[in-house]
């Protein structure tokens, strides 16, 4: 028979967050309860006056399309945002795209950088999509596995390594899912001159950027070196808890953003009309709960990562950003992050994220989100903590058997 999908395609496993969401689903709908710190997802409600702005929306009719590019007042209240947070300038006319979801944003960019057998450099772990999708491209992802040691940050060296004649773009992402590192100004700094010297573009995932725990965000675009070479990609999801509504912008150097737009025309056409609305709410509208949920998270944040450390043969470093613990769980003795999963989920009713979903330099970690309730984190770290207890109990028994 011949084959019916495309070798672009065949290759790539489907998404490991999308399966564990599947699988979270699946064990509900049959009646067993577990605790969840499996997605990456919000457990906030959309802050109510987004909501409002956008079945209003409905309601005068914006229900048809929008220019590509996204409405003009969106446009420019992302202008507005990303010269006031993020000490970029933009043209809210030429250098942006609003998009249906970061995560298209991604696919854009990297379909608007890299050719078939191009590379980009991706620092490892990292997020489950960005692999899939410059493979989806026909270009290869080149994946720089970093160090817990060193806090997960790139070096010179390491990035130098991985360069080749071929390399197009390098992919950061800042507060960075699973690690919660976030870059530092030295850090920032030396992707900027690596770019510079090399020609390369870079690709900067701030999708994180209102979730940081006191390290202030740098935007690599606001470094001089950088303006004229970033794709700087963030969305509503996490910041505004709207992951829901799918929405994004890429916003960069003119002609890049054009060819942006190009795939977007070609592609989706334009995001949701209302849902541009919410967007332009949530920039517009009170800031408020961006701060009240910041708070919330960094409580759990505080909750987990202590609960773990205190954990005989788990270890977890503070995330800087983001909502996800990453604990090393060579210590505990219990086989691959995979097995360490499939465990847990039997012995504890806890789901967690294996860290080879993250890919090279995953393998030994287990990724646990903290953005569900504090009652609910608080209760999987002590269902963890008693497995792990009870199971060294009974090795430590040679009249049971494990
Ligand atoms: N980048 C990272 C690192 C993420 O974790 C996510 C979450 N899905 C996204 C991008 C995509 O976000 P969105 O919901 O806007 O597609
Ligand atoms: N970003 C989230 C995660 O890493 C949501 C799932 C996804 O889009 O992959 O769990």
């Given at each position: 028979?011949?084959?019916?999908?495309?070798?672009?395609?065949?290759?790539?496993?489907?998404s490991?967050?999308?399966?564990?969401f599947?699988?979270?689903?699946?064990?509900?709908?049959?009646g067993?309860s577990?605790?969840?710190?499996?997605?990456?997802?919000?457990?906030?409600?959309?802050?109510?006056?987004?909501?409002?702005?956008a079945?209003t929306?409905i309601?005068?009719?914006?229900?048809?399309?929008?220019p590509?590019?996204?409405?003009?007042?969106?446009?420019?209240?992302?202008a507005?945002?990303?010269?006031l947070d993020n000490?970029?300038?933009i043209d809210?006319q030429?250098?942006?795209?609003?998009?249906?979801?970061a995560?298209h944003?991604?696919?854009?960019?990297?379909?608007?950088?890299l050719g078939?057998?191009?590379?980009?450099?991706?620092?490892?772990?990292?997020?489950?999509?960005?692999?899939?999708?410059?493979?989806?491209?026909?270009?290869?992802?080149?994946?720089?596995?970093?160090?817990?040691?060193?806090?997960?940050?790139?070096t010179?060296?390491?990035?130098?390594?991985?360069?080749?004649?071929?390399?197009?773009?390098?992919?950061?992402?800042?507060?960075?899912?699973?690690?919660?590192?976030?870059?530092d100004?030295?850090e920032a700094?030396?992707?900027?001159?690596?770019?510079?010297?090399?020609g390369?573009?870079i690709?900067?995932?701030?999708?994180y950027e209102?979730?940081?725990?006191?390290?202030?965000?740098?935007?690599?675009?606001s470094?001089?070196?950088a303006?004229?070479?970033?794709?700087?990609?963030?969305?509503?999801?996490?910041?505004?808890a709207?992951?829901?509504?799918?929405?994004?912008?890429?916003?960069?150097?003119?002609d890049?953003?054009d060819?942006?737009?190009t795939?977007?025309?070609h592609?989706v056409?334009?995001?949701?009309?209302?849902?541009?609305?919410?967007?332009?709410?949530?920039l517009?509208?009170?800031?408020?709960?961006?701060?009240?949920?910041?708070?919330?998270?960094?409580?759990?944040?505080?909750?987990?990562?202590?609960?773990?450390?205190?954990i005989?043969?788990l270890?977890?470093?503070d995330p800087d950003?983001?909502?996800y613990?990453f604990?090393?769980?060579?210590?505990?003795?219990?086989?691959s992050?995979?097995?360490?999963?499939?465990?847990?989920?039997r012995?504890?009713?806890?789901?967690?994220?294996?860290?080879?979903?993250?890919?090279?330099?995953?393998e030994?970690?287990?990724?646990?989100s903290?953005a569900?309730?504090?009652?609910v984190?608080?209760?999987?770290?002590e269902?963890?903590?008693?497995a792990?207890?009870?199971?060294?109990?009974?090795?430590?028994?040679?009249?049971?058997?494990?």
């Open positions: 028979m011949p084959k019916r999908i495309s070798p672009l395609l065949a290759e790539i496993a489907p490991a967050t999308y399966a564990l599947d699988m979270v689903q699946s064990l509900r709908a049959r067993i577990l605790l969840d710190l499996g997605g990456g997802e919000p457990d906030f409600a959309t802050p109510a006056h987004i909501s409002t702005a079945s929306a309601d005068d009719g914006w229900t048809h399309y929008t590509s590019r996204g409405i003009p007042a969106l446009l420019d209240a992302i507005g945002k990303l010269a000490h970029v300038v809210p030429t250098q942006v795209v609003v998009t249906p979801s995560k944003a991604l696919f854009v960019a990297l379909m608007t950088v078939p057998g191009d590379e980009v450099i991706i620092p490892t772990p990292s997020w489950v999509s960005y692999k899939a999708m410059a493979q989806m491209m026909g270009a290869q992802a080149v994946e720089l596995p970093l160090d817990a040691s060193n806090g997960f940050a790139l010179a060296a390491a990035l130098a390594q991985k360069l080749s004649p071929r390399t197009r773009a390098i992919l950061i992402n800042s507060p960075n899912n699973p690690t919660g590192h976030m870059l100004e030295h700094a030396l992707i900027a001159d690596f770019a510079e010297q090399h390369l573009v690709i900067a995932d701030e999708i209102k979730i940081a725990y006191g390290k202030p965000h740098i935007s690599i675009a470094l001089p070196k303006s004229d070479r970033t794709l700087t990609i963030n969305g509503f999801s996490k910041a505004y709207m992951t829901g509504w799918r929405l994004g912008y890429i916003a960069g150097p003119r890049l953003i060819a942006a737009l795939a977007t025309q592609t056409g334009c995001a949701g009309a209302f849902i541009q609305q919410g967007g332009l709410a949530a517009t509208g009170d800031q408020a709960p961006i701060t009240a949920m910041r708070e919330a998270y960094d409580l759990r944040r505080k909750r987990v990562v202590d609960g773990l450390n205190a005989d043969g270890r977890c470093i950003g983001a909502f613990a604990a090393d769980i060579s210590g505990l003795g219990l086989g992050s995979a097995e360490v999963t499939q465990w847990l989920l012995e504890a009713g806890v789901v967690v994220t294996p860290g080879s979903a993250f890919g090279a330099g995953g030994g970690y287990i990724r646990l903290f569900t309730s504090t009652d984190v608080t209760a999987a770290v269902r963890i903590r008693t792990i207890a009870d199971t060294k109990a009974r090795r430590s028994n040679p009249l049971v058997t494990v």
